[in-house]
């Protein structure tokens, strides 16, 4: 395979090994688990809070949902296959909206996983 590395025209070898492919997929498939099941349990705290049901504490803003949102997805390609939005609400509290993109979810396995470029 040719392509300009560095802006000279280079070769490169690309290599792929199941095994390690699939001990990566087992890995980020965790990750995204974790993520989404952390996502959860903010978007439940934001509608038990705008359901009167917690009234203590600061209110989160629409920018501290976001900032939370990035720490839940601040492992590599989370934040590419997972779409949140961030609604302001009546209440004034924010509304959590997130989903699996599934063709960026299905791109970055075969972009990212299980090859090396030399």
Do not use: N
């Amino acid at each position: 395979m040719e392509a300009e590395v560095y802006g000279r025209p280079r070769t490169l070898v690309v290599s792929w090994h199941q095994g390690l492919f699939e001990a990566q997929w087992a890995t980020v498939q965790s990750e995204l688990a974790r993520a989404l099941r952390k996502l959860a349990e903010l978007q439940q705290s934001l509608q038990r809070r705008q359901h009167g049901e917690v009234k203590g504490g600061k209110t989160p803003t629409v920018e501290s949902v976001h900032k939370q949102c990035r720490e839940i997805l601040h492992r590599e390609h989370l934040h590419q296959v997972v779409a949140i939005e961030i609604h302001p609400h009546d209440a004034g509290v924010p509304v959590l909206d997130y989903r699996v993109q599934p063709r960026r979810w299905s791109a970055c396995a075969i972009r990212c996983w299980a090859r090396t470029c030399w």
